[in-house]
């Protein structure tokens, strides 16, 4: 059990307070933020490559859309909305990628990264890191001459 309890009780105005913590608790909420880290960027893992799956589908679909729309001879002779009409396969699929790209598919299939990030501009004042999967990493202290 950690000595963490006594820290605090002993922390009370008018008793003398340790000058810091015990050890024994601070690897622990260390391990722990550690768990809890890795555990939420392994939650966001598999919503992300759904996601990731949707774009890349989606992706092709406009490719391969537009492409038959550009080689189309009937698409320099008609107006544009006459064009578009006439190719729904890629206003379909480009008015699904737009509108997938509105809802933020772009922040998502990148998420685990933007909080990895986030966590190691925090971390960057404890002298400590993290990788893309949340694995803590713990730098040395600088040395102060």
Known sequence: VCERSAYLITALPGKPAPTAPPLC????????????LTEYVSCLQPATGRWRMILIVVSVCTATGAWNWLID???????????LWNHPFFTISCVTLIGLFFAGIHKRVVAPSIIAARCRTVLAEYNMSCDDTGKLILKPRPHIQ
Not at 73 to 83: E, R, Y
């Open 25 to 36: 608790c601070s690897s622990t909420d260390l391990k722990a933020f550690e768990r809890r």
């Open 73 to 83: 001879p009937d698409t320099q002779k008609v107006s544009f909305f006459s064009s």
